[in-house]
Structures are given as C-alpha cells and as structure tokens.
C-alpha cells in the first residue's frame, strides 16, 4: 500500500515539531515537494502570522545548541547563513561574548584536561580551540586558566 502524500502544510509543520528552523532553511527543504501551484512564500508567511514560524526563537534554539561546543565567530557565522541580521544578530553577539571565554575553557577541559608539555602540543591544542571558533583572547585564557588553578 503506498503511503499517503502529505501536504505542503503538514510536511512543515512536521519539521517545525522535529526543532525550530529558520525561514531561509524551511523554504529549501519545502521547495524539494512543491508541486506546481504551491507557493512556498505564502505557506511560510502563514507559519509566520501564526508564530509557529520565528526567527527569534530559531536563532535562541542555534546559539542553545550550538553554544557548549562552539565559538563566537563559528556560531555568527552560521547564523548569518540561515539569514539571521541586523539588530537580532547584535543582541546575540553581545549574548556570547559574554561567556566565551568559560566555555572555551570547558570545551578544553572536556577534550585535553591538562596543557601539552611541548610547544607542537600546545599549538595542537590552541589550533583546536580556534577551529572550533573561538577568539584568540579565549583560547589564551583557556590554556592559561588552568595553568594558574594548578
């Protein structure tokens, strides 16, 4: 028995129930089942006026999820990606810097513990930290923090 074809509708509302997305990130994964005669913008309009659609929390959910194993400049950046702007990427850039330093240092807590006796271990360590996103500053406190605490 085949199964039954959803509607452009349902199949959104099912992602929306799965996490939040972004408008930009919903649209794409609709567009792949449109058929001729749907209209993706509107439905996302629709989801929007109705609140079941936001941006705000999309972006809360990103910096929620993302925030205990990434960098500042990382996490912007993927927000930039799915669209997010202007005074609402201020606001959660002001958010993060707040704190990136301490989770700098549990992201190196979690993955070495100690710092590296020789100077390529070190640079190993510090280039993981800076791949994952975070500042220079932050991964300089980072290492050095918990030389202090020894």
Not at 79 to 102: F, P
Not at 119 to 146: D, E, I, N, Y
């Amino acid at each position: 028995m085949a199964a039954q074809q959803l509607s452009l509708k349902a199949r959104a509302l099912r992602f929306l129930s799965l996490r939040e997305h972004s408008r930009i990130e919903l649209g794409r994964k609709l567009a792949k089942y449109a058929e001729e005669g749907d209209d993706v913008g509107a439905l996302l309009d629709f989801l929007e006026k109705n609140n079941w659609l936001s941006e705000e929390r999309f972006a809360e959910s990103l910096v929620h999820r993302k925030g205990a194993r990434y960098g500042n400049s990382r996490i912007v950046a993927e927000l930039q990606s799915h669209g997010i702007k202007g005074e609402a990427l201020d606001a959660l850039k002001a958010g993060l810097a707040q704190d990136e330093t301490a989770r700098a240092c549990e992201v190196w807590q979690r993955k070495f513990g100690k710092v590296a006796e020789d100077p390529a271990g070190r640079a190993k360590q510090a280039r993981f930290l800076l791949a994952r996103g975070f500042s220079q500053r932050a991964v300089r406190t980072a290492m050095q923090g918990t030389l202090d605490d020894e």
